[in-house]
C-alpha cells in the first residue's frame, strides 16, 4: 500500500426529509445563492418547491440557471458565470444528479478566475479560489456529492474532460433517496452500471497489499449488484434506493483508492464516445468495461480478475485465467440483466470517429495505469465494442 492522505471533508445529511436542513446550512457558507438544475423533473416531483421554501423561510437571496444537459457544457459554465459576477453571488446550490453537480464545480472554480473556463478542462491552470458549493442528490450514480472531480463537455470541438480539486467538494451534500423514486428504470441502470465502474476502476491497481481497500470494493459491487436489479423492478424500494445511493456515494469519495494507483482508462475511452455523441455515460461505461477487460487480461494479472469474480460473483473455479474469462462474461450478464446494452451498435454507434476518438484520449499521454495504452490500443478496444 502507497502512502496517502484523507480528506473526506463533506458533510453528508442521509435520510428522508433531511431537506428541512437545507437553509440553515447554506448560512453557514453564504446568504447569495446561485440556485442550478437541470430540466423539469425537480419540479414534477415537488424538490424544487422545497428548496425554494427553505431559500424563503431563511431569507436567502437568489438567482436560478437551469437546463443543464446530462453532458454538461461548457457553454453553461460561461453563462452561469455571468450570472454569478452580475449578481455578486457567494454559494452554489446544485440540486440534481452528477451532471449539475460537476457542472457547479466547474462553474465555481470559473467565478474566482478571469479567464475561459475551459482553460481548467485544458490543464492550462489549476483551481487556486471557488466558491462553496451545497448539492441535494437526485440521482445514485457519478458520486460527486462527495468528491472534488468535474466532466465537461465541450460540443463545439467534439471534446469532454476532466479536472479535479479538494476546493470543489461541496462542503455539504443531501442525500434523500425518496428523492431517486422517480428515476426512470434506465437511469437508475445507467446509474448502477456507473457505480460498479467506478469501484473496478479503483480495484484494478498493480499497489499490493490494499486489502481493506479491495474488500470494501467488492462490498460496494456486490450491493450495486443486488440492489440495482431491486431498484430497477420496483422504484419505490427505500432500501434499495438508500443502498445504491450511499453504494454510489462511498464508490468515488476516495475512500476505495486510497494508497493504491487507479486505472480509469475505461472512463476516458467512454468519455470519447460521449463527447462525440448523445450517450448515456453509465450506457457507454457498460459497453467499454467488458471489452476493456478481455483486451488487458493476461497471464500475470488473471488473479486480479478472478479475486473479483470469486468475491462478488462468487465463482468457484479455482485456475485463475479461467475465473477471469468467468469474471468478465458475469460483469456483461449483469449489464444485460439491467438493460445495458453491449455494443455499439446498439446505441446506433459506428466506426465512423474510432481514430479521432483514440488520438484524442491519448491526447494528454498514456491512458490508465492498470496497463498502459496507447492510441492504438484504444482503437482496438473501440472496434471490439462495435
Known amino acids: 500500500m502507497e502512502n496517502f492522505t484523507s480528506n473526506l471533508s463533506t458533510k ?27 430540466k423539469s423533473s425537480i419540479k414534477r416531483v415537488g424538490i424544487y418547491d422545497k428548496v425554494i421554501e427553505q ?51 466547474a462553474i465555481s472554480a470559473a467565478a474566482m478566475y478571469s479567464g475561459d473556463p475551459w482553460d481548467f478542462l485544458e490543464y492550462k491552470v489549476s483551481v487556486e479560489k471557488a466558491l462553496p458549493i451545497g448539492a441535494v442528490l437526485t440521482l445514485a450514480a457519478t458520486g460527486s456529492e462527495m468528491n472534488g472531480g468535474s466532466v465537461i463537455s465541450n460540443r463545439e470541438i467534439n471534446m469532454k ?26 437511469h437508475t441502470a445507467a446509474g448502477a452500471v456507473d457505480i460498479f465502474v467506478h469501484v473496478t476502476e479503483q480495484y484494478f491497481s498493480n499497489v499490493k497489499g490494499t486489502f481493506i481497500q479491495d474488500r470494501l470494493c467488492e462490498s460496494v459491487i456486490k450491493t450495486v449488484i443486488e440492489y440495482g436489479r431491486k431498484a430497477v423492478e420496483n422504484p419505490e424500494d427505500y432500501e434499495a434506493r438508500a443502498n445504491l445511493m450511499w453504494g454510489a456515494t462511498i464508490g468515488l469519495n476516495g475512500l476505495l483508492g486510497f494508497g493504491k494507483v487507479t486505472d480509469w482508462a475505461t472512463h476516458m475511452i467512454e468519455h470519447e464516445l460521449s463527447a462525440f455523441y448523445e450517450l448515456t ?23 486480479i480478475f478472478a479475486d473479483l469474480g470469486r468475491g462478488v460473483f462468487y465463482i468457484s473455479e479455482k485456475d485463475d485465467y479461467k475465473a477471469a474469462k468467468e469474471t468478465i462474461l458475469k460483469t456483461r450478464e449483469f449489464f444485460n440483466s439491467l438493460g445495458a446494452p453491449s455494443t455499439l451498435r446498439e446505441v446506433d454507434i459506428d466506426s465512423t470517429h474510432f481514430k479521432q476518438m483514440a488520438k484524442q484520449s491519448v491526447k494528454y499521454g498514456e491512458i490508465g495505469n492498470f496497463k498502459k ?9 473501440l472496434k471490439a465494442s462495435l
Request: proline share 4%; aromatic share 12%.
Open 373 to 381: 495504452l496507447g492510441e492504438e490500443d484504444v482503437l482496438n478496444i
Open 12 to 38: 453528508i445529511f442521509f435520510g428522508e426529509g433531511e431537506i428541512q436542513k437545507l437553509g440553515e446550512e447554506i448560512l453557514l457558507h453564504g446568504k447569495r445563492v446561485l440556485f442550478i438544475y437541470g
Open 281 to 303: 455515460h453509465g450506457m457507454g461505461l457498460a459497453i467499454i468495461l467488458p471489452n476493456w477487460m478481455s483486451y488487458v487480461l493476461d497471464e500475470d494479472n488473471s488473479k
Open 55 to 105: 431559500f424563503r423561510s431563511n431569507n436567502i437571496f437568489y438567482k436560478e440557471v437551469s437546463g443543464v444537459d446530462p453532458n454538461p457544457d461548457i457553454k453553461t459554465v460561461r453563462e452561469a458565470k455571468k450570472v454569478i459576477i452580475e449578481n455578486n453571488l457567494d454559494f452554489i446550490l446544485a440540486v440534481g444528479g452528477g451532471s449539475v453537480i460537476d457542472c457547479s464545480k
Open 161 to 186: 474532460r476532466s479536472f479535479r480539486s479538494d476546493l470543489l467538494k461541496p462542503v455539504f451534500s443531501i442525500l434523500d433517496p425518496t428523492y431517486t423514486y422517480s428515476v426512470s428504470k434506465y
